[in-house]
């Protein structure tokens, strides 16, 4: 069974930084493109970073771009999502991801089928 664990999230005032992490077990983790959305209050979820297996490509959303970093440590079943300079709206829970299929490695990161989700974990930036 699949479990994906967050950490990392608090409050932090504008321009700050966080970083998350997401522990992974279950499954090979080495084989999936791994994640992360995010859900503001009265807001969908929506895609924020995702990585392939080997770490090669890497996709984050326009409006993070450029502050928000995803890597991974396969050896040690992690993704981390490296979150600078942040905003107000960067408010949020952030929950990590997993791809259903293994061994992608494609571009179209944010449209693949993500089944596999941790509890998230809170965000919040302000002054």
């Known amino acids: 069974q699949v479990q994906l664990v967050e950490s990392g999230g608090g409050w932090v005032r504008p321009g700050g930084s966080l970083r998350l992490s997401c522990a992974a077990s279950?499954?090979?983790?080495?084989?999936?493109?791994m994640g992360w959305f995010r859900q503001a209050p009265g807001k969908e979820r929506e895609f924020v970073a995702a990585?392939?297996?080997?770490?090669?490509?890497?996709d984050v959303a326009l409006s993070v771009e450029g502050r928000f970093i995803i890597s991974r440590d396969n050896a040690k079943n992690s993704v981390y999502l490296e979150m600078n300079r942040l905003k107000l709206e960067d408010t949020a829970d952030y929950y990590c991801?997993?791809?259903?299929?293994?061994?992608?490695?494609?571009?179209?990161?944010?449209?693949?089928?993500?089944?596999?989700w941790g509890q998230g974990t809170r965000v919040t930036v302000s002054s």
């Open positions: 990585i392939t297996p080997d770490g090669g490509t890497t």
């Open positions: 991801t997993q791809d259903r299929n293994p061994y992608y490695s494609g571009t179209h990161l944010p449209s693949l089928k993500y089944d596999y």
């Open positions: 279950g499954r090979t983790f080495s084989r999936y493109v």
